[in-house]
């Protein structure tokens, strides 16, 4: 393992991170490293730093940061009926739209329905009219010479 991705696996294992399997190899890189066994001290040191210095935090202090905001949660639940008349108007708004659009889609799928019925009617009478013209006896034209004109 090179220095630097020692060191990252250093800042693991302080981070509480390390995966209880890759310590062993941690400790036996350490033990052949010595600029990561110093990086590996200065960071044990700074963490028993901190540890020493670290104070509990205040009852009264979180009270006060806390009180505040448990008096706006309350004010904040309120019935339908307490809101303000734009979002009032607003939901009514977009019921009345919804049923709209309900509605519409209804008479869109009606007129759908007779456009295929219409559609199948003319495909019938088309086919009819095929039928007849091919059912019909097949005609020969002669010319005849009257007056000097031919008629066809």
Do not use: C, W
């Not at 190899?25 to 540890?51: C, G, M, P, V, W």
């Not at 004010?75 to 309900?102: E, H």
Request: hydrophobic share 40%; net charge neutral; aromatic share 10%.
């Amino acid at each position: 393992m090179n220095t630097e991705e020692l060191k990252k696996t250093i800042q693991l294992y302080f981070d509480g991170e390390l995966e209880k399997s890759k310590e062993p190899l941690l400790f036996t890189s350490l033990s052949q490293d010595e600029e990561a066994r110093d990086y590996f001290k200065s960071i044990n040191l700074l963490k028993n730093a901190i540890d020493e210095t670290k104070e509990e935090f205040p009852r009264e202090l979180e009270e006060r940061i806390f009180y505040p905001l448990k008096k706006k949660e309350v004010k904040s639940i309120n019935g339908f009926f307490k809101l303000p008349i734009t979002r009032i108007i607003s939901y009514s708004i977009a019921v009345i739209l919804i049923i709209i659009n309900i509605y519409l889609l209804g008479r869109i799928n009606s007129y759908s329905d007779k456009v295929n019925a219409v559609q199948t009617v003319v495909q019938n009478q088309n086919q009819m009219i095929e039928l007849l013209f091919n059912s019909l006896p097949t005609t020969e034209v002669k010319a005849v010479k009257t007056n000097n004109h031919i008629l066809n």
